[in-house]
Each structure stands twice: as structure tokens, then as C-alpha cells.
């Protein structure tokens, strides 16, 4: 049962004030209950979140904890002035001071894309997806020239996961390649990638796990057999070796940690920054 | 040009970071050059980060802005005492008094997932991932009742970012079905997903804005004529009408702004709050 309630409150998704939130949150043995409040912005919804705020409040006795990342200053306001709720502002604390450094004054806007159709970084962003969904599991040698990111390691090693990641949050074309037997035999790379080894990177997985979630995939067959996931562990791991590829184990990993590690090796010339 | 440098520090991914130092950068009229350091794990790292820090600061005259989310207080403290930016604690600022207000103390506890391969949540966002590739476009009519949404829209309305955004950062199971024009014959939805209309959501745009989209996939194409494209949104907001399903219009959203109003409408079970 949860004995606190938590609220994200913002004139846009609240994405950003709930990943905050959360992150700040994991810091704390609690489990409370998640209330996410977006396109708070108007002052009429600022006075419904806050009529939610304070009847959650003698509900459980207890001052409900209140994130905002309210960039409308009247809805800010009443939020502020009415609510029974302990706020924390996550704007306003970091944009006064950042206003003193920087010598100018904020602007006051909500959320990143005003109109998505006509941002080139949004548009770029759908098509990367696009590009990873084609280039999905060695679906497609087109364009590889175009790539910004080349994934090779077995199946179920996590390339696809970590393409759509890198393609959705990064905007980067990722194309992956599964290394399958006859890989093995002729002891190289797909033959396709060569030109690209710059922009290769691998994944590897302990041959145990990569078992058991084969497993979970199709029970029982060779494919998830222990004994061949070792053999191909054992093998893409020589491949890369031998061509000298930069790889990691996704073993314990969480995808954006994959990716971050991708980002730092393969440094990608597209990223803005 | 850029005129000054951000650096996001993490002991993880530094990806919290980066995402609320944006938000909060978006609000001033600057382009600043972006550095992220990840995994500043140790006390060495921490020095070596003070020393790119000062050294940019030297270079460009001016104090590079320095967003930390720091949770080992080692690390913190030494950057705290050498680097000579603008320091911005996204942490400490609130950690403390939350645990004024919480009563306890917080953990210094690094990154949302110690070792994925033990976590629930993280093998059921995987899980959802596979099953939102599954069924994409309609590739397959299995296990519908699995899903937690059902995406119904014409080609190119954006259901396929939705879908696997949906799946990767909230871990929901999402279909996509395209509405073609034998349903628009017949006048209803594709008979297999009749029984799992609470959880349908339609997704048009306009048709000016979808034959530009579908004329850089398919230049000159029938599929991409402006007055095909008026024919087919006509055809499905009609049938999303008649058949009681909500939608929204994508033309001048973000996938995040999409995604958001879903999660609103229909309300998923499985989503934990």
C-alpha cells in the first residue's frame, strides 16, 4: 500500500518533471502513488490540480509531494499559493540563478517542439526511426553509407532494443546485423558491413542468460540449447576480436546504459554535440 | 558558434540529467555546446571531469553551467570544491529536503536498475518492445488480449513511433493496425480487433501534411496524391466516428505529446500508477 502520493505537474507532457521526479525519488526507500497532471495551462485546470492536491492531502494526512515544471507563472501561482502540498519547483530553482550567469531572462515556453512538422531535429528524429525499423535484424544493406551506428552480435543480444533507443531519444540511423553461422564459417564479418567498421559496434551476453531468454522465446529448441549459446557467444566474440571491433556485455545493462557506452566509443557525427 | 559549454555529470547515464538540464536551457535563447560525462564513478574521474571543466572555462572566458546528478558525495564534493563553473546540484537541491519532509534519509544509490537481468519491470519492457515490433502494422493478430493498446489510423499517421515509444519508456504492449481501404469498404474496423475496442485509439492528420510525408517515402505515388490522401482521412475519421473510438489529430504533435494523451484517454491497467 502506498502512504504517500507523489504529482507531476507541468504545461507540457510532465515528462520531463516525472523522469526528474523519479530519478530523485529512487533515492528514497518509499513507494508512492504516481499522479502525473500534464498540459496544466490554464488557470481554471491550475485550480482543479490544486482541488486534486489538497483533497489527496486529508485523505492521507499527509502533504502529498508536488514536482512542477511550470513554465506559465500564473499557473505556477495559484498552484503555489493553494496547494497543501510540499512543491518542489524544478524550474524556478535552476532558471533564476541561470538567468544571473547568463545575463538574460528566460523565456517562458513551453515544451521543446512548438510545431513538430516544421522542426528538421523532429523530422530527422521519425526518420531515423524509420531507418532503424528497415535496417532491423539485417533486414536491408541499402544505404548503409547513411548509418550513423552499425550493431552486429547473436540474436536476443539486445541490438534491436538499443537501435530503437538510440534512433528515438538520439535521432541516430542505427542498422543491426545478427552474426548467424555462416558468419561463423567463413570467419569474418558480413561482408556487406566491411566498409563500414568505423561505425560497428558489437554486443555480447553471457551464454546463460542469452539461454534463458531464448528460452522464453522458443522453449526447448537447439536454438535456445545452452550448449549452442555457448558456441555462438564463443565465436562472436573471437569474430569481433579478430576485427578488432569495440564491444560490450549487455548482461546486466539496461538499454540506456548500452547506449550511452555506444555513444561514448562510436561518438557519432551527427550528434549535435 | 557556441559561446559556452554545459556539462551534464552523472554517476549513470547522465541521461536524467541531460533531459531536465534541456528543459531548463530551453527557456533561454542560447545555443551552448553539450557534454555529457557519464559513469564519473570515482574519486579520479571526478578530478579528471574538473580538469575539462576548468579548462573550458579558461578557453572560453566564461563559466561553463555544470548540472550534476550526483548521488556519491565523494565525487560531488570534490567538484563542488575545484571546478570552476556554475555548479547546479539537481539532487542535493532536493534530495534534502525531502528527507526534511519524508523523515528519512536518502540511499546515494546510483541508476534505476542495479542488475537488469533480476528486474521485473525491466524484462517486461523488454517484453513489450518485442510485441509492439510483433505487431506492427498489422503483421499479426495474436494475443490482442495481451495488449495494452491498439493503435488505428491510415499509413503514415505515426503509429509506429507511438507504439514502440509507448513501449519503450512506459512499458506498454501496443498493436498497430493501418485502416485501408477495404475497411473503408465495408465500413468497419478490421474484424479481429471488434472485441478489444476499450482499448482502441485512433491517430489522423491532416492531408496536406500526409501526402508530404508519404511523397518523401513515395515521390508522385497514388499513395502520396494530396487528393488520395483527403479520400483516406475522410474515409477513417468517419469510421473512428461511427464506431465510438477516440482519437487526435498528429499533424503538429510530438510523438511524447501523442503518447501522453493516450496514456490519458485510455488509462492502461498495467501502467503501476
Known amino acids: 500500500m502506498h502512504t504517500r502520493t507523489v504529482f507531476f505537474i507541468s504545461d507540457g507532457t510532465g515528462i520531463t518533471a516525472e523522469t526528474f521526479g523519479n530519478a530523485i525519488l529512487a533515492q528514497f526507500d518509499i513507494k508512492p502513488r504516481h499522479v502525473r497532471l500534464p498540459f496544466i495551462d490554464t488557470e481554471d485546470k491550475a485550480h482543479q490540480a490544486v482541488r486534486r492536491i489538497n483533497h489527496t492531502a486529508e485523505l492521507e494526512g499527509k502533504k502529498p509531494i508536488v514536482f512542477t515544471t511550470l513554465v506559465n507563472m500564473s499557473v505556477l501561482r495559484i498552484i503555489q499559493e493553494n496547494c497543501q502540498g510540499m512543491l518542489l519547483d524544478?524550474?524556478?530553482?535552476?532558471?533564476?540563478?541561470?538567468?544571473?550567469?547568463?545575463?538574460?531572462?528566460?523565456?517562458?515556453?513551453?515544451?521543446?517542439?512548438?510545431?513538430?512538422?516544421?522542426?528538421k531535429e523532429y523530422t530527422d528524429r521519425i526518420e531515423a526511426i524509420n531507418f532503424s525499423l528497415d535496417h532491423d535484424d539485417g533486414q536491408s544493406h541499402r544505404d548503409l553509407s547513411g548509418a550513423d551506428v552499425i550493431l552486429v552480435g547473436v540474436s536476443r543480444s539486445g541490438k534491436t532494443p538499443t537501435s530503437l533507443y538510440l534512433a528515438m531519444q538520439c535521432g541516430l540511423k542505427v542498422a543491426n546485423y545478427p552474426l548467424i553461422p555462416e558468419d561463423f564459417e567463413?570467419?569474418?564479418?558480413?561482408?556487406?558491413?566491411?566498409?563500414?567498421?568505423?561505425?560497428?559496434?558489437?554486443?555480447?551476453?553471457?551464454?546463460?542468460?542469452?539461454?534463458?531468454?531464448r528460452n522464453e522465446r522458443r522453449p526447448g529448441s537447439k536454438y535456445a540449447d545452452l550448449a549452442n549459446c555457448r558456441h555462438e557467444v564463443a565465436e562472436a566474440?573471437?569474430?569481433?576480436?579478430?576485427?578488432?571491433?569495440r564491444w560490450l556485455s549487455t548482461t546486466t545493462k539496461s538499454i540506456e546504459e548500452i547506449a550511452t557506452t555506444i555513444l561514448q566509443e562510436v561518438r557519432p557525427e551527427r550528434l549535435v554535440y
Open 90 to 119: 524544478m524550474f524556478g530553482t535552476f532558471i533564476r540563478p541561470l538567468e544571473g550567469e547568463l545575463g538574460i531572462k528566460s523565456l517562458h515556453r513551453v515544451g521543446r517542439f512548438a510545431d513538430v512538422s516544421l522542426s
Open 186 to 213: 567463413r570467419k569474418q564479418l558480413p561482408p556487406a558491413l566491411e566498409p563500414h567498421r568505423k561505425k560497428i559496434f558489437g554486443l555480447t551476453i553471457l551464454p546463460e542468460r542469452l539461454s534463458q531468454i
Open 237 to 245: 566474440e573471437a569474430m569481433m576480436r579478430r576485427s578488432g571491433i
